[in-house]
């Protein structure tokens, strides 16, 4: 280490090599072991995308600079007085992570969208978590690794243009949940770690309790037998099953996690009232500190230090906390009122038993605590069968458990309480939620499959929609309230002779409500049926409807088809029906890279209401059809919604294209072998058509003349096309020779139409943030 090792005394006494030097070694096993899993991760996938000799430069380079960077942040702290940096100033350490990191960094402006976010966040995280939590001097080394290589990165990869690629909806409900993980691993790899001193462990045993050791039961036993009694109780606490109760907050934090991830509200509240009552917590003790000093055993010359402990603890969950709320709007996912009241009835069941268990019982043992505990005594210290060890006498005196049954109580009265919360509280979260209204939503859904409706009346399965029913329950409406314009989502569904009448219905209830209602993508029936009702209507699609009983893929007109299934052939790419839910991971990974990819080449959110997502191939009636070449590579991806009425109850008549997406580098023709694949399968199966769904804003060219309100929709299906393409969707789907099938807005009160242009744009874009707004404004402009 002397001669290898790098460090302020190493720099400062001549040995100039130390930077590169310390790139050949680890401090002990455990570093050799951990260094392998960063270099198999990040540079040996970086040789493949940078090359041998630039992954080999960076790895060196950054190993250099960022040791020299770190090393310049820890002599201007202890130059600043930094207690932590200036006690780093005699450390010397050997690692390659340093360069590692840096290679990462760059490796990471060759990655997909989806994987250049995850990389770079699991980088900064680790880099953070070991700076902050651990604190050593290779941590604050592997930061200036990091940041060198994103500096490098960033010079050798710049993009062209202002666009940075934006996470999609579900991709930043990954990324807090990450930040909300990172968190609460955090301090469990501190507790792990020797002489971990980074700022944030000062109050580390607050989030992991740890055991008390030989000395802490020698000092206890000194003081007097109730001390004595407390530590060795302690100790059997962490001797049991109970010791799992000491990293209590971080696995709770681990839970919520799961729930952000998932989009769930209900995480997203309990997450942030967690925060808030941290900070509630560390806020009193700061306030009790200042009133009372001497009981932390702070000399005066110790307050400022003390308060800075305080500050740097608060730091952390101020910063989750405001993650949180700038991204409440997407933790959207309410639960339906059956799973949050179950969920109640569970825990609160829980509760109570645990309760009557620990006072009933402690009560009838009341003899085998110290001193002997009478009902006010067990009353008050129940808290503490419920919190980690770490929290015994904060809140309430302790009733010190001697006896057995006394110490079985209070080990395992809390354990079984938040084994039973925490795992119906993970379950609840991860159940798929099929809407927000779940009575309706199935009733709505037993409905469709019984009668059927229109090619897009899948759709109204979708989370987001609210359900309005006829009178006597033939027939309904999927809508949602956006300010005060009820827009539907396609037409109305069920019995058919129902259907049209519902339209007049519907009106009625939403003008009781003040609501303006619209229905959107909807054919010529309900059309005409609106205008009966002096309404006006405009195009905004058009619907491409293949026959399937006489297909046929014969003539020049196919030539394309034909073309792209012979090539498939050939390269060994086939198609393979799945349902996503239960396809390998190994597929839907891939599914996920291709569709972020998709996405972040964009620039813009990804559009919802009636153009589906990853979210909405979570269906078992979605039917998936994958190209797969012989390698198992995903080069395309379909979804089919089924189309039900006019046949046997339950039985699709016909199938609608909905999800779309090609790799990049893919199979070309892929999206023409995967639609002429499923058409010609539905054929087999009797199917009647396949409707390769609307384009919005795009139609074909019709011999009336377009009204005002039709050339501004066509103008604004011009000026979207660099941008979503919808023109050349539709131009792509003429080459299954469809027939074309106008879809329309219908609107009562042209005088709406601000609010209900606003209201479409919000159905489409629910999460446009400001910045995409800008940036699609300046797509407009060129």
Not at 66 to 83: P, V, W
Not at 158 to 170: K, Q
Not at 629 to 635: F, L, P, Q
């Amino acid at each position: 280490m002397e001669t290898v090792g790098v460090g302020v005394p190493a720099l400062t006494e001549g040995r100039w090599w130390t930077p590169a030097s310390s790139l050949l070694w680890c401090p002990g096993l455990g570093g050799y072991l951990g260094t392998t899993v960063i270099v198999l991760l990040l540079v040996t996938p970086a040789e493949r995308r940078l090359g041998v000799a630039r992954t080999a430069g960076t790895l060196l380079g950054g190993q250099i600079l960022g040791t020299l960077l770190g090393i310049a942040l820890i002599e201007a702290g202890s130059a600043a007085g930094e207690q932590w940096l200036d006690s780093l100033t005699e450390d010397l350490t050997v690692t390659p992570t340093v360069g590692a990191l840096a290679v990462g960094c760059v490796l990471s402006h060759r990655l997909t969208a989806l994987w250049r976010r995850r990389t770079r966040l699991g980088i900064v995280a680790f880099a953070l978590v070991t700076v902050l939590y651990v604190g050593h001097l290779q941590g604050v080394l592997r930061l200036g690794g990091a940041v060198v290589g994103f500096a490098v990165g960033a010079a050798l990869h710049r993009r062209s243009g202002p666009r940075r690629p934006a996470a999609s909806h579900t991709e930043a409900r990954v990324l807090v949940a990450l930040v909300v993980a990172a968190s609460a691993i955090g301090p469990m790899i501190a507790t792990l770690s020797p002489d971990a001193r980074g700022p944030f462990s000062t109050f580390n045993e607050v989030y992991v309790s740890t055991r008390p050791d030989a000395q802490d039961v020698t000092d206890a036993c000194a003081l007097s037998s109730l001390d004595c009694d407390a530590v060795h109780a302690l100790r059997d606490f962490y001797d049991s099953p109970a010791a799992a109760l000491s990293v209590l907050v971080p696995v709770i934090l681990l839970v919520l996690a799961e729930g952000l991830r998932r989009g769930r509200r209900l995480a997203w509240t309990l997450a942030v009232l967690l925060h808030l009552a941290w900070l509630a917590l560390f806020a009193y003790w700061l306030h009790d500190f200042l009133g009372n000093p001497s009981t932390y055993g702070a000399a005066p010359a110790e307050h400022a230090a003390f308060v800075q402990y305080f500050a740097e603890q608060m730091l952390l969950p101020v910063l989750v906390l405001g993650l949180l709320v700038v991204t409440r709007d997407r933790f959207d996912l309410r639960l339906p009122r059956t799973a949050t009241r179950g969920l109640a009835a569970v825990t609160g069941g829980a509760f109570l038993l645990t309760c009557a268990a620990y006072l009933g019982l402690g009560y009838a043992v009341r003899d085998q605590y110290d001193p002997p505990a009478g009902a006010g005594a067990l009353l008050g210290g129940l808290v503490s069968a419920f919190l980690p060890p770490a929290f015994l006498g904060y809140f309430a005196p302790w009733p010190v458990p001697v006896g057995g049954t006394a110490k079985a109580l209070y080990q395992y009265c809390g354990l079984l309480f938040w084994l039973v919360a925490l795992a119906a509280l993970l379950v609840t979260l991860r159940r798929p939620r099929l809407h927000t209204d779940a009575d309706a939503a199935v009733r709505a859904r037993d409905l469709l499959v019984a009668h059927g409706g229109s090619t897009l009346s899948f759709l109204t399965t979708w989370d987001g929609n609210y359900y309005w029913f006829t009178r006597d329950g033939r027939a309904a409406v999927a809508y949602r309230v956006i300010a005060t314009v009820a827009l539907t989502t396609g037409e109305p569904f069920g019995a058919p002779d129902a259907r049209l009448p519902a339209v007049e219905e519907f009106s009625r209830f939403c003008d009781e409500r003040g609501w303006t209602p619209c229905f959107y993508s909807v054919g010529d029936g309900v059309r005409a049926a609106a205008e009966r009702l002096g309404w006006r209507s405009v195009q905004v699609a058009e619907d491409t409807v293949v026959p399937l009983p006489e297909l046929a893929f014969t003539g020049k007109k196919w030539q394309d088809v034909r073309t792209a299934l012979n090539k498939a052939g050939k390269e060994g790419v086939t198609a393979e029906w799945w349902s996503y839910r239960d396809a390998p991971v190994a597929l839907t990974d891939q599914i996920r890279g291709i569709s972020e990819e998709w996405v972040a080449d964009k620039g813009l959110p990804e559009m919802g209401f009636t153009l589906g997502g990853l979210d909405e191939l979570d269906d078992p009636a979605i039917r998936c059809l994958i190209a797969v070449d012989g390698d198992r590579t995903v080069h395309g991806v379909t979804s089919w919604m089924p189309v039900y009425g006019g046949g046997a109850a339950g039985v699709p008549v016909g199938w609608t294209l909905d999800f779309m997406r090609r790799r990049t580098n893919g199979f070309r023709g892929s999206m023409e072998f995967l639609i002429a694949s499923a058409a010609l399968g539905f054929k087999e199966e009797g199917a009647r058509f396949l409707s390769l769904s609307g384009a919005p804003l795009a139609r074909t060219a019709t011999a009336e003349p377009p009204a005002a309100l039709q050339r501004m929709l066509d103008y604004a299906g011009k000026v979207l096309e660099p941008v979503y393409g919808f023109r050349s969707l539709l131009h792509f789907k003429a080459k299954f020779q469809p027939h074309y099938r106008p879809l329309y807005m219908a609107y009562p009160d042209p005088a709406a139409l601000p609010a209900i242009t606003r209201a479409i744009g919000r159905a489409y874009l629910p999460h446009l943030t400001p910045a995409q707004g800008v940036r699609l404004m300046r797509r407009f402009s060129a």
